[in-house]
């Protein structure tokens, strides 16, 4: 079974600076099945990243997603105060069997 | 453009049956190319998938709920439905319900979620 290890867990930031997330996964990942999403107190999450680069219909051109193998990046260029939420990263994987990781937390400093 | 919407109760006793459904428009769950999907958050906690149905009523199950999970579809309501048995304290959580795509298994959108709570 694939884990997902996002780190860190808890990112200081303030407006307009850059914000850099990890995912790390136990076994090389095929990037189509990759996946990060965005999730704000009270709200369900939203697919923000998929096949780990491709950004979804109506995400800003300030989230970027890259990596490959065992290392995949959400980066935000430049963050805005509605940024401020909980960051998933997500694998669809064989069987099949659906893996998230633990969430970075992206708190304003 | 698609919405899901869950439903059903937020109180369910020790050792009874958690029923949600979740109801689709502006889609059918009869069309192909898509696996409707249940994940629950429990509070404060990380998102962990329970299971997905296909319209041809294949289902895949998370390995640790799969003894007491069932996902069945109902195409005439346009809805599919969670069933989880034996319930403790540690089913008390936030129900969402999802549509993936099914060569790549992302999800999008989620219905808004619900939150069942298990207590006597």
């Known amino acids: 079974e694939i884990v997902l290890t996002q780190s860190p867990d808890t990112l200081s930031l303030s407006p307009g600076e850059r914000a850099t997330l990890s995912c790390r996964a136990s076994?090389?990942?095929?990037?189509?099945?990759l996946a990060w999403y965005q999730q704000k107190p009270g709200q369900a999450p939203r697919l923000l990243i998929y096949s780990a680069s491709s950004r979804a219909i109506g995400i800003p051109d300030r989230f970027r997603g890259s990596g490959s193998g065992t290392d995949f990046t959400l980066t935000i260029s430049r963050l805005e105060p509605e940024d401020f939420a909980v960051y998933y990263c997500q694998h669809y994987g064989g069987t099949p069997q659906v893996t998230f990781g633990q969430g970075t937390r992206l708190e304003i400093k | 453009q698609v919405q899901l919407q869950e439903s059903g109760p937020g109180l369910v006793k020790p050792s009874q049956t958690l029923s949600l459904t979740c109801t689709v428009s502006?889609?059918?769950?009869?069309?192909?190319?898509?696996?409707w999907t249940w994940i629950r958050q429990h509070p404060g906690q990380g998102l962990e998938w329970i299971g997905h149905i296909y319209y041809d009523g294949t289902t895949h199950y998370n390995m640790s709920l799969k003894s007491r999970v069932t996902i069945s579809l109902d195409k005439s309501k346009n809805q599919f439905s969670l069933r989880l048995a034996s319930v403790t304290a540690a089913d008390t959580a936030i129900y969402y319900c999802?549509?993936?795509?099914?060569?790549?298994?992302?999800?999008?959108?989620w219905g808004q979620g619900t939150l069942v709570t298990v207590s006597s």
């Open positions: 999802a549509r993936a795509v099914w060569t790549s298994g992302w999800f999008d959108p």
């Open positions: 502006g889609g059918s769950v009869n069309s192909g190319g898509y696996l």
């Open positions: 076994l090389s990942l095929t990037s189509t099945y």
